[in-house]
C-alpha cells in the first residue's frame, strides 16, 4: 500500500539513489524557477498539472518517479495528487538547492 508523502520523505541520499537507478525525475517548480537551473534529465510538470500531465504522457502507475521543488512543499502536494490517482513508486526529494549540496557532497 503506497504511503502518503511527509516530510521524512525528503532525503536527498534516497533520493539520488532512485535518481542513480532510473527514476523519473519531476521538477513541480514554475518554468521560470525551472529555467533558473534543475537537475539534469529533470522534466518541468508545474505541480498543479501533475496529475493531468501524468496521464496525458501515458505515465505508468508503477513508474518509479522522484519529485522535487524549491522547499519540498509543492512536491508534497504533487505526489498526494499522484497517490490518490493511483501512482505507486512516487518520492518527494524535497528542495532542489538541498539535492544541489548533496549532489556535491562526497559519499561515506
Not at 523519473?24 to 525551472?34: G, H, I, L, N
Not at 493531468?52 to 519529485?67: W, Y
Given at each position: 500500500m503506497p504511503t502518503m508523502a511527509n516530510a521524512a520523505d525528503q532525503d536527498p541520499a534516497i533520493a539520488w539513489d532512485k535518481?542513480?537507478?532510473?527514476?523519473?525525475?519531476?521538477?513541480?517548480?514554475?518554468?521560470?524557477?525551472?529555467?533558473?537551473?534543475?537537475?539534469?534529465?529533470?522534466?518541468?510538470?508545474?505541480?498543479?498539472?501533475?496529475?493531468?500531465?501524468?496521464?496525458?504522457?501515458?505515465?505508468?502507475?508503477?513508474?518509479?518517479?522522484?519529485?522535487?521543488?524549491r522547499s519540498g512543499r509543492r512536491s508534497s502536494i504533487a505526489i498526494e495528487a499522484l497517490v490518490a490517482a493511483g501512482y505507486t513508486q512516487t518520492y518527494n526529494a524535497g528542495g532542489y538547492q538541498t539535492l544541489v549540496e548533496a549532489q556535491k557532497t562526497p559519499a561515506k
Open positions: 535518481i542513480a537507478a532510473g527514476a523519473m525525475v519531476v521538477d513541480v517548480r514554475t518554468p521560470e524557477e525551472f529555467a533558473e537551473g534543475h537537475l539534469a534529465n529533470a522534466m518541468n510538470i508545474p505541480f498543479e498539472q501533475v496529475t493531468e500531465e501524468f496521464a496525458k504522457r501515458g505515465i505508468a502507475k508503477d513508474a518509479p518517479v522522484v519529485l522535487y521543488c
